[in-house]
Structures are given as structure tokens and as C-alpha cells.
């Protein structure tokens, strides 16, 4: 009995796969082509910006500012930036491998250099994924890559701490999938110490998810438990940083999975790629770039996206520069700024001309909320240590809150301040957006000491 022929493809039939193919092939190199013109347009023009600014692109600035100053002027590093949070603000409450680094030349670049680093986080990121990854590094499944939501996102917004931090735990990935043990630890280490809050849960997962897979699961996990050890004080400093000690739990809780998340999806997007391309048909990827496209669309509003985006043309032009150019400001005095949709340039501003905050840069720790009435409103900035309160006239229309208010009120009702224990206020500084509140706390300190 002959043996049956197994089917087999012949020049013909090959050419006809390929002819099929190819205008999947087309498409797909069109869609790269756009995706990498996106990012030069949008990094060229970030590079245009001395400060660029958008969510969370100040606290880098401000930041570096302060560990260049302290290197290069003082000599020295020290634990708290006692500028902000009341005296209590870390100096590094993540980022300490990028604003390290960016201190070091930002006496050559100025703030620029800023801007430099979160451009190269953004780009160190794709170029990880692609090496980690290379399956991926041609056509719609490349293309689905760099329009990653978690990639997306964390450049306009100006997440430059957990852009590094990526960066650095996707070359770890990658080295441990061409078994470089050692420099995988080294890596997934330094990615956790650069944002805890972030990173720590991320690599746990990713950890987790990987043990069904890996043929020396005790090597994985003795190799994870080492990168923890370096990032543990880290891990300390975030729990006892203000935004966190004042947070409630609610808002912990509300954070923790509105922010590791959606930024997982640096390291899921990739992996879901990969599985896709070993398991799936070619013409998944380009749905799967649909989606991610789709995921940058859903994630714009809560996001703040399109803030983000107008940060491409915003202008880096002082927001207090009368104000402390003036004589009433005064250095070293604590303020507290009713601000708008500024990017937090303005508590930069007072950072750099030697005041104090008493929050950080964190929304959270900000109190952005309204308060039961003048005596919870005065204790707040007695407890504080408020000197100054700088609230814009936007402030109102866009957080809501009764606190401008409460300062109207305070400064108006005069009698009351000693009779009561409260603090009281008066105008020192007038602009056409903003208004400067002198806060005496004399008699709220003595009735808090009665």
C-alpha cells in the first residue's frame, strides 16, 4: 500500500499567499509610516519647549531644579526638599534615576534638559519594546506599538519618572528572554526604585503572570525577590510622603487603580502583540491597533488629554513673575495657591524663588475641596503654616470649591479673628487673574496653645 502524498505548496500556490498578503503588507507599512511621523511632529515640537508644560511635567522641573542646585551648589542630597509639603516633601518621592541623571547636565541645558529626558523616556520606551519584543517590529504590529495608550499618554502628560521607569523594566524583560539574569535584576531594580508606586505592583504582576510559562520558576522568583531588596526605601518614602500620610483611603484606593492601571498597559499591550502574532491571523494586528487607537480616544477625557495636547502650543511664560518679582513676596514664607489650569507652573515659580509650599505637587495633597465653614478653613491654614494664599479668579469656575470665598470672608469679618481663635486675612497683591492673601495666624496660634 504506497504512502499518501502530503499536500504541498508549489511556486504557484506561494504566489498566490504572498499576492493575498501583500496588500496587508502595504497597509501595515503605510500605518507605521504614520505612526512614526506622529511621534517626530509631536517630539520635535515638545523639543521646541524650554518648559514644557502639561499634568505632571513640573514636578520634574522643579525637582531637578532643586537636586542640581543642591549637587552643584551645596554638595550635598539631602532626604526632604524641605520647600515643599510644610518642610515634609521628599526630594526624590519617585524619579530618582532620571532627575539624578538631569541634574548632572542641567547646568549646561537649563531646564531644557527636562524636556530632553522625558523626550528620550518616551522614545527609550518604543525602542525597548522593540528589542524586547522583535517579533514586533514590522508593519500593523509595530504600528499598534507606538500608539500604545500607556506610551501615548505618558508622553503628553509628561510622566517622564514612569517613562524611565518603563524604559528600564522592558530592557529587563528583555534580557531575561535571552537569559542575562544578571543584568534583568539590575534593570527590574532600578525600574522599581525609579516609581514604587507604579512599578512595584507592575513587575509583581508581570511576575505572576509569567510563572505559568517559565521553566525555572524558582530562578524567576529568586531573581524578583533580589530586585525588590534596592527598592524597599523607596517604597518607604512614597508611604510616608504627605500626599500619601494626608490622603484618605478612598482616594488611595481610587489612585492605586486609576493610575497603575491604565499604565500596566505599557508592558500588556506588548505581551498581548506577541501572543496574538504566535496564535492569531496577520490580519488581527490590524484590529489590535484599531483598539489601541480606540484606547487612546476613551482615555482622553479622564485623562485630561486634550489639556496635554494644547501643552504643544502652550506658552512657558511666568504665571507669577509681577508676584514675586514684587516686594511682597517674600522668600522663605509658605504659600498656598488656588490655581487653575496653569501645569503648576506657578508652584514652580515660588519653589525657585526661594518659598515654600505646603503641599507637593500632587493634586492629592493640595486639598482641592470645599471646607465646612472659616473656623475647619483656619484651622487648615494654621496647621499648615500658611503665610500667603495665591487664588486665581478662574480657581472657582473650575475646582467648584468655597475657599476663595472663606478667604473673602476672613479678610471682611475682622471682629471675630481673636475673639474666636481664627486667622485672619487681607489683600496684599492684586493682578488681573490672581489675588494675594497675607494670612495672620497670631490669634489662632494663641487659642490652639489656650
Known amino acids: 500500500m504506497s504512502r499518501m502524498a502530503e499536500p504541498t505548496i508549489g511556486a504557484e500556490g506561494f504566489r498566490a499567499v504572498r499576492a493575498s498578503s501583500a496588500p496587508l503588507e502595504r497597509s501595515g507599512t503605510v500605518a507605521l509610516a504614520v505612526a512614526i511621523g506622529f511621534w517626530a511632529i509631536t517630539l520635535a515640537t515638545i523639543l521646541r519647549h524650554r518648559i514644557f508644560i502639561t499634568h505632571d511635567s513640573m514636578i520634574s522641573y522643579a525637582h531637578v531644579w532643586f537636586v542640581s542646585d543642591r549637587m552643584w551648589h551645596h554638595h550635598d542630597l539631602p532626604l526632604h526638599m524641605a520647600s515643599l509639603g510644610d518642610g515634609h516633601g521628599f526630594t526624590f518621592p519617585y524619579g530618582f ?6 541634574a548632572l547636565f542641567r547646568p549646561l541645558f537649563g531646564d531644557w534638559i527636562v524636556t530632553l529626558w522625558l523626550v528620550l523616556g518616551g522614545v527609550g520606551t518604543a525602542v525597548a519594546t522593540f528589542w524586547t519584543f522583535p517579533e514586533l517590529r514590522r508593519g500593523w504590529w509595530a504600528a499598534a506599538v507606538l500608539v500604545n495608550p500607556a ?18 523594566f522592558l530592557l529587563a524583560i528583555g534580557c531575561w528572554r535571552r537569559a542575562r539574569y544578571v543584568p534583568a535584576i539590575v534593570l527590574a531594580a532600578l525600574a522599581q526604585i ?8 507592575i513587575v509583581a504582576g508581570t511576575v505572576l503572570l509569567r510563572l505559568r510559562w517559565e ?21 518607604w518614602i512614597v508611604l510616608r510622603s504627605p500626599v500619601y500620610i494626608e490622603s484618605s483611603r478612598a482616594t488611595k484606593i481610587g489612585q492605586f487603580i486609576g493610575t497603575v492601571g491604565p499604565r500596566a498597559l505599557v508592558i500588556a499591550i506588548p505581551v498581548v502583540l506577541v501572543v496574538a502574532r504566535k496564535w492569531g491571523s496577520e490580519y488581527v494586528a490590524p484590529a489590535l491597533a484599531a483598539l489601541c487607537i480606540a484606547g487612546n480616544i476613551a482615555m482622553g477625557l479622564p485623562f485630561g488629554i486634550t489639556y496635554a495636547q494644547n501643552g504643544l502650543a502652550r506658552s512657558s511664560t511666568p504665571e507669577l513673575g509681577e508676584f514675586v518679582a514684587s516686594r511682597a513676596f517674600v522668600p522663605g514664607a509658605t504659600y498656598r495657591m488656588l490655581r487653575t489650569n496653569d501645569g503648576r507652573i506657578g508652584l514652580y515659580e515660588i519653589v525657585q524663588h526661594d518659598g515654600r509650599l505646603d503641599s507637593e505637587f500632587f493634586p492629592e495633597s493640595m486639598r482641592l475641596n470645599s471646607l465646612p465653614g472659616v473656623r475647619v ?21 473650575e475646582w467648584h470649591t468655597n475657599e476663595h470665598q472663606l478667604l473673602e470672608q476672613l479678610t471682611q469679618d475682622t471682629a471675630r479673628h481673636c475673639t474666636e481663635a481664627l486667622v485672619s486675612t487681607r489683600v496684599v497683591f492684586r493682578e488681573p487673574d490672581y489675588d494675594v492673601y497675607a ?6 496660634s494663641r487659642g490652639r496653645r489656650a
Open 439 to 444: 494670612v495672620d495666624r497670631s490669634c489662632a
Open 215 to 235: 521553566p525555572d520558576r524558582r530562578a524567576l522568583l529568586r531573581a524578583y525577590a533580589i530586585s525588590v531588596v534596592p527598592a524597599l526605601p523607596a517604597a
Open 151 to 168: 506610551l501615548v499618554a505618558g508622553v503628553l502628560i509628561g510622566e517622564l519618572p514612569f517613562m524611565w521607569a518603563s524604559t528600564m
Open 377 to 397: 478653613y483656619s484651622e487648615l491654614l494654621a496647621s499648615k503654616h500658611v503665610d500667603y494664599v495665591i487664588a486665581f479668579r478662574s480657581y472657582d469656575e
Open 97 to 102: 534615576v532620571p532627575w539624578v541623571t538631569a
Open 194 to 201: 525609579t516609581h514604587p508606586a507604579v512599578l512595584l505592583p
